[in-house]
């Protein structure tokens, strides 16, 4: 037997005409199933317990030990020195910041911690670099927010009929 | 009659007021644009329901996002039109629009239902196909204007399918003109309504060659080989930007719509069961719009084809069962007769 008969005897025989009414039949099934989507602005997923979104920062707390600034692996923290102020202070570059959330670990005084928000927009590349004070008022503003909004939160579930399903929560 | 009525308090002629209203307004362009707006959502919607997406939703959530388009339109009339250095500027400015108006011409003759037409001619099918054969050759043209490589391998394959499928198109309306004696679209309605049978039940074959030439036509998967995206990124129309990019997207919808309707007059019984003018056109439109929806339907289903493969399929296949469908028409005749 040379190859090509053999490539042609293991060939699926196909019904020229049932195979395309089939297709259509199959496209037509699906057309009428739900999405899948999460309607993610209007819809968000909850978030667990410590959750390790935007690092928020408290100057009022900090000692100025830079322990942050020497555990942080991208380097997302570097120490500043603040007009008026005797010790140095953390400033944060949200857009190398891994969210490994070592900073919160190590800080003695809970100055840092760990937030919810995931996603803040910036602009500007050079907007996401925050030195003390502005990372102290941006932290703020952000808990503020995140406070007030209105969401509905879901939780996902792998269901077989649909695929993905979300279940809200209260 | 309400066009009579309407003749005399303007003092025209009625054939006048007939010319000037069938290709404005219906079959032609203002309802033409309204379909073209919807049939892009609806294409949108359906092939983002089958892969369980949302499809556009954000501009208007009440309406499941129906305003999308007009969005568009809007961000399209208002964008600069880039017009680049190396292209032969007449006839790319030219190229959409010659095209579009070539388009809107059949619908002087298409009828939308009773009585509703431009003019009447014992050769409006001929006029049709004839009017519908000249937009290749300015989107050839287009892909030559641009001086771009996607635009003019799009030109190429324009030429080669236009060739393959209007033969196809032609065999498929010569049998429908056997079978009922006539090429004119209304005669040919009457006929069906006078026997009764619709032309899909008595002559399928040419259907499914008429449905498959209007798919490859109009660039509807599995046959958009000419606007291929993955491959040459818009074809005949890369370069086009603005208010021209907006004409040319809409050229393969308004030549689905004109061949739809062309479908359902000659295979679908075109108005009936209705006799009365506006019973009649609602009829027509709401039947080609259904063809429309699925041939649009089927970008969800099908890939798309390799261009040899769809050449092999059009002249090995279809060509042959063409002259099928013409001895199945001829046949048909003879019986009705």
Redesign the interface.
């Given at each position: 037997m040379t190859n090509k008969e053999e490539r042609d005897n293991h060939r699926p025989s196909i019904n020229p005409v049932l195979a395309h009414l089939e297709a259509i039949a199959t496209g037509i099934k699906w057309l009428t199933r739900k999405p899948m989507t999460l309607m993610y602005p209007d819809m968000e997923e909850k978030k667990p317990e410590y959750f390790r979104g935007f690092i928020i920062f408290n100057y009022n707390k900090c000692i100025g030990c830079s322990l942050c600034a020497q555990i942080c692996p991208p380097r997302a923290i570097h120490m500043y020195r603040v007009p008026g102020d005797k010790r140095i202070r953390p400033g944060y570059d949200a857009g190398r910041c891994i969210h490994c959330g070592l900073c919160t670990d190590i800080c003695p005084t809970d100055a840092l911690d760990v937030s919810p928000v995931h996603d803040e927009v910036f602009e500007q590349i050079g907007s996401m670099d925050f030195d003390p004070v502005e990372w102290h008022i941006i932290s703020k503003k952000l808990v503020e927010e995140h406070a007030k909004r209105k969401r509905k939160l879901v939780i996902t579930r792998v269901d077989e009929e649909v695929g993905l399903r979300y279940e809200p929560v209260e | 009659m309400v066009l009579v009525e309407l003749a005399k308090i303007l003092h025209v002629p009625v054939w006048a007021l007939r010319g000037f209203l069938a290709p404005l307004v219906y079959p032609g362009l203002a309802v033409l644009l309204g379909t073209v707006l919807f049939l892009i959502w609806a294409e949108r919607k359906?092939a983002?329901?089958?892969?369980?997406?949302?499809g556009p939703?954000y501009v208007s959530p009440k309406l499941h996002g129906a305003l999308q388009l007009i969005a568009d339109g809007a961000r399209f009339a208002l964008q600069e039109i880039i017009v680049h250095i190396e292209t032969d500027r007449l006839m790319f400015i030219l190229g959409p629009i010659l095209t579009f108006t070539f388009l809107t011409l059949p619908f002087t003759v298409l009828p939308g239902g009773p009585g509703i037409y431009g003019f009447r001619s014992d050769f409006s099918m001929v006029i049709v196909y004839a009017l519908l054969t000249l937009s290749p050759i300015t989107v050839i043209l287009m892909g030559w204007a641009s001086s771009n490589k996607f635009a003019m391998i799009g030109g190429g394959r324009e030429a080669l399918l236009t060739v393959s499928g209007e033969i196809t198109l032609a065999l498929a309306m010569l049998s429908v003109a056997a079978m009922y004696g006539t090429l004119d679209f209304v005669t040919a309605v009457e006929k069906q309504m006078h026997t009764g049978i619709i032309g899909l039940v008595s002559n399928p074959i040419a259907a499914l060659l008429f449905f498959l030439a209007m798919l490859l036509l109009t660039d509807r998967v599995p046959f958009d080989i000419v606007l291929g995206e993955q491959e040459i990124v818009q074809g005949p129309y890369t370069e086009y930007s603005g208010v021209l990019y907006a004409l040319t997207m809409a050229i393969d919808y308004v030549k689905l719509y004109a061949l739809s309707l062309a479908f359902t007059l000659l295979f679908l019984g075109g108005w009936a069961p209705f006799t009365t003018p506006l019973l009649g056109a609602i009829s027509v439109y709401i039947k080609s719009l259904i063809v429309m929806l699925f041939s649009v339907?089927?970008r969800?289903?099908?890939g798309r084809m390799k261009l040899d493969q769809a050449m092999n399929f059009f002249w090995a296949r279809l060509f042959p069962l063409g002259f099928v469908a013409l001895a199945l028409g001829v046949f048909v005749h003879v019986i009705y007769a």
């Open positions: - | 359906m983002a329901r089958v892969q369980q997406r949302v939703y339907f089927l969800a289903v099908y």
